[in-house]
């Protein structure tokens, strides 16, 4: 699976942005998809998790009620909407898929990376 992200961007504090992830491979449809970030000077970070199907979502405290994850099987594409932001939530944000099971917030449980796109939100 190649993931793709796309989206990123400056924004005010208090916007929104939507990142988009494409998937190239037969495996999307059977890959938990996801989204972590990398503010600088810290480690990669979980953000959001959807289930291969949908019907399973999981955030981190830090975005959860204003980010949301979801996901179009049809297109291969993972989406992350972001209302609310706030400054500490520039960081570079990553997808991820995975067909491995594990502990969400765990790197080595990701099979799948992109490359990244970066997200700054100005004071």
């Known amino acids: 699976v190649q993931l793709v992200e796309s989206g990123g961007g400056l924004v005010q504090a208090g916007g929104s942005l939507r990142l988009s992830c494409a998937a190239s491979?037969?495996?999307?449809?059977?890959?938990?998809m996801g989204w972590f970030r990398q503010a600088p000077g810290k480690e990669r970070e979980f953000v959001a998790f959807?289930?291969?199907?949908?019907?399973?979502?999981y955030y981190a405290d830090s975005v959860k009620g204003r980010f949301t994850i979801s996901r179009d099987n049809a297109k291969n594409t993972v989406y992350l909407q972001m209302n609310s932001l706030r400054p500490e939530d520039t960081a570079v944000y990553y997808c991820?898929?995975?067909?491995?099971?594990?502990?969400?917030?765990?790197?080595?449980?990701?099979?799948?990376w992109g490359q990244g796109t970066q997200v700054t939100v100005s004071s």
């Open positions: 991820a898929a995975r067909t491995k099971s594990g502990l969400l917030v765990t790197l080595s449980n990701w099979d799948y």
């Open positions: 959807m289930s291969t199907t949908g019907g399973g979502t």
């Open positions: 491979g037969r495996t999307f449809t059977s890959s938990g």
